[in-house]
């Protein structure tokens, strides 16, 4: 059965709002067809009726992880970030923090990031649904990288960068948060204020990554039953 996330509830119905309207003639779907809605991270099983879905039955689904991750990333080409709240949307991170680092190259402002950000969320709601997921990525507007050094204390915080020495294999577990420089790169200088706010540099290999690739990989290592 294909997903939709749906956010409006009347009775015992969910609305479709244009994007699912759209979906679901896209896919030929008729009259009574059995779908799955997502509303407020839980799953029903609900049967089409023109711009509406009869709730069948609510059903006992929860992919997401236990634990909170947070993916904090300086602002790098906003294409790019395209790229990786989908790829971090499947990996199931469940928010993304951008921030402001000494090397980004990203000319900004507020109202535009605001405009990228609906935008960033709707591909993360599309990957929700593609991927399973009970909930899309929260999506917060960049903050100073000191800042943010001084949030999440009793988490688990790993950094990666190119200058630490390769570790063997390992998973990523407990509430986590995951940071991972621009093109750029971090400076040398936010890599020590990361460990002395209990951040621990990890290596993602003897290779330089792109930004995208980094972040990716990076989240790729938390342990799938966190």
Same mark, same amino acid.
């Given at each position: ?62 992919? $997401? ?43 900004? &402002? ?7 950000? $609906? ?42 960068? $190119? ?43 003897? &290779? ?15 342990? &799938?039953?966190?």
């Amino acid at each position: 059965m294909l997903r939709f996330l749906v956010s409006q509830k009347e009775g015992n119905a969910f609305i479709f709002d244009k994007n699912n309207q759209e979906r679901i003639k896209a896919n030929r779907l008729r009259e009574n067809e059995h779908i799955l809605c997502l509303y407020e991270n839980e799953y029903y099983e609900a049967s089409i009726s023109k711009n509406k879905a009869n709730i069948i039955k609510k059903l006992d689904i929860n992919n $997401e992880f236990k634990h909170d991750i947070v993916y904090a990333l300086p602002l790098i080409k906003y294409k790019k970030i395209d790229l990786l709240v989908q790829k971090l949307t499947e990996l199931g991170v469940k928010k993304l923090q951008l921030l402001l680092t000494e090397n980004i190259s990203v000319k900004y &402002t507020i109202d535009d990031l605001k405009k990228k950000i $609906e935008r960033w969320e709707a591909i993360s709601k599309a990957a929700c649904e593609q991927s399973f997921r009970n909930n899309y990525l929260k999506i917060l507007m960049p903050i100073k990288f000191d800042d943010f050094l001084k949030q999440y204390l009793n988490y688990n915080k790993f950094i990666a960068h $190119e200058k630490q020495e390769v570790e063997e294999s390992f998973f990523l577990e407990g509430d986590l948060v995951l940071v991972s420089g621009p093109e750029g790169g971090l400076t040398q200088d936010e890599v020590e204020k990361a460990l002395k706010n209990n951040f621990k540099v990890i290596s993602l290999g003897k &290779t330089i990554l792109r930004a995208e690739s980094a972040a990716i990989k990076l989240a790729s290592l938390i342990k &799938t039953n966190n």
